[in-house]
Nanobody
Framework: QVQLVESGGGLVQAGGSLRLSCAASGSISNINNMGWYRQAPGKQREFVAAITRGGSTGYTDSVKGRFTISRDNTQNTWYLQMNSLKPEDTAVYYC??????????WGQGTQVTVSS
């Protein structure tokens, strides 16, 4: 089994930055696909970004140029650096992991609130 724990959420003003972290433990060999999703109030959970163990990345259009996903394979941790935050980025952010192309494991979520 795999456990994912997020950290780094919080309250920030528009234009500010936050970095989210996701620490994985357990059967890490099951993971070569790492990502972030978010869910705003009243909306469906949506894909934000993903990175493979080999370093290939993908982003949803609304965060391109502002968010950067990265990973530290030795620490079994991946990150989401969020810059130029907007109020519409407010959501609960979830880290996700699995075998390409799926996400099987999920964290508990961390709140990100961007004030205008």
């Amino acid at each position: 089994q795999v456990q994912l724990v997020e950290s780094g959420g919080g309250l920030v003003q528009a234009g500010g930055s936050l970095r989210l972290s996701c620490a994985a433990s357990g059967s890490i060999s099951n993971i070569n696909n790492m990502g972030w999703y978010r869910q705003a109030p009243g909306k469906q959970r949506e894909f934000v970004a993903a990175i493979t163990r080999g370093g290939s990345t993908g982003y949803t259009d609304s965060v391109k140029g502002r968010f950067t996903i990265s990973r530290d394979n030795t620490q079994n941790t991946w990150y989401l650096q969020m810059n130029s935050l907007k109020p519409e980025d407010t959501a609960v952010y979830y880290c996700a992991g699995g075998r390409i192309p799926r996400f099987t494991y999920w964290g508990q979520g961390t709140q990100v609130t961007v004030s205008s």
